[in-house]
């Protein structure tokens, strides 16, 4: 019989597992430039076929194995994840997990304000919303979509008011686009029930045109809000935290800092990934996955996939963060946009 509960599992760096993102679609109605850029992601091209998405059965079916090796925080992503058709249906049935004590959202906002209390009602927790400006102009530059701030604001209040939080916001910073936003955001942000994290653009993928020069450092970040608003280091919520947090010294609430680039932070990762399609990948720069949706399909035993995820995270040595050089592996890195960041 399936074991609901096979204890903790650590990789080769002795790190637990303590974190699963599953993607739910790989479409997205925006086109952001430093994730999913218009010039490759256009018209033509091919997203993944309805037959090869993991239904929401096997998702929660692949959840429950993880969840018995210790996964206790479950992310929905995409893409963009509530273009997913019914998607409460499946917050639903992943809250019925035993062992999950965190199960969150990650969204561009464009459809949360139709859908937040729906998730709500299904026992969604909280979502982080995507928003790299307060300026239409420069957000409109930035989603290449022509889609404005104002209803991403909307998204958030109606996430408020359905009980969704604390919210997190998460703000892309790139040189020469946004980086003068950063003070008005924080300004914006402060004294609500709202997070805000700044991200360094990042070497994800191999389509978004990232350069060196287009980084903007965490230290320069947290510099410039220092000066205006005065915020002082916090501890990490838990082990394998990605953000940096700080809070206001006046005690107005707090902000994260996601430094990708110019301060790793691979050592003490947590997290796995699932795609849309099922593939499972153990780092956010994998060039490579394995495919659990064809064990799911050709009727394998929970407790052969079970092995499986237990063989592949004991191997796991990831640290791309730590070694971004010339030791890095060379090849083809999964998409953002597939695996959800």
């Known amino acids: 019989m399936y074991k609901t509960d096979y204890g903790d599992v650590t990789d080769a760096l002795d790190r637990p597992l303590r974190d699963l993102r599953v993607s739910v679609t790989d479409r997205c109605n925006f086109r952001c430039t ?36 210790g996964v206790e925080k479950i ?42 209390q729906t998730l709500r009602d299904a026992g969604l927790q909280r ?11 420069v957000f409109k530059l930035m989603n290449d979509v022509d889609f404005p701030v104002e209803r991403v604001l909307e998204g958030i209040e109606a996430a408020k008011e359905a009980g969704l939080y604390p919210i ?36 994800v993928g191999t389509t978004n045109g990232w350069k060196l020069d287009d980084v903007v450092p965490a230290a320069e970040i ?19 935290e990605v953000a940096k947090r700080y809070r206001y010294i006046d005690g107005q609430g707090e902000i994260g800092m996601i430094s990708s680039v110019t ?15 099922g593939v499972l990948y153990t780092c956010l720069f994998a060039t490579a996955g394995h495919n659990l949706r064809e064990l799911l399909r050709e009727n394998r035993a929970d407790e052969e996939i079970a092995d499986l995820l237990r063989n592949i995270w004991a191997a796991r040595r990831d640290r791309y963060s730590e070694i971004r050089t010339a030791e890095t592996t060379p090849g083809h890195k999964v998409e953002m946009s597939h695996i959800g960041g």
Do not use: W
């Not at 992601?41 to 018995?68: N, S, V």
């Not at 916001?169 to 946004?178: A, C, F, Q, S, Y």
């Not at 950063?182 to 997070?195: H, K, L, N, P, Q």
């Not at 000066?227 to 082990?239: D, G, H, N």
């Open 34 to 69: 430093y994730c999913m850029p218009k010039e490759v992601f256009g018209r033509g091209y091919q997203f993944l076929p309805r037959d090869l998405l993991l239904t929401f059965e096997e998702i929660t079916r692949l959840a429950k194995i993880f969840t018995a090796h």
């Open 75 to 116: 992310r929905i992503t995409g893409g963009e994840p509530l273009l997913r058709r019914d998607l409460e249906q499946l917050i639903h049935m992943l809250t019925k997990l035993d062992g999950v004590q965190d199960l969150t959202l990650t969204t561009n906002g464009a459809l949360l304000a139709k859908k937040a």
């Open 127 to 137: 979502v982080t919303v995507s928003l790299d400006s307060l300026d239409d102009t």
């Open 222 to 240: 947290i510099s410039k809000i220092h000066q205006e608003l005065p915020i002082e280091p916090v501890e990490a919520s838990y082990r394998g």
């Open 168 to 203: 997190k916001i998460n703000m892309v910073v790139r040189r020469g686009l946004n980086e003068d936003a950063v003070i008005e955001m924080a300004r914006f942000f402060r004294g609500t029930d709202c997070i805000l994290r700044f991200i360094e653009f990042m070497d």
């Open 263 to 277: 301060q790793p932070f691979c050592g003490d990762c947590t997290r796995a990934r699932l795609s849309a399609e």
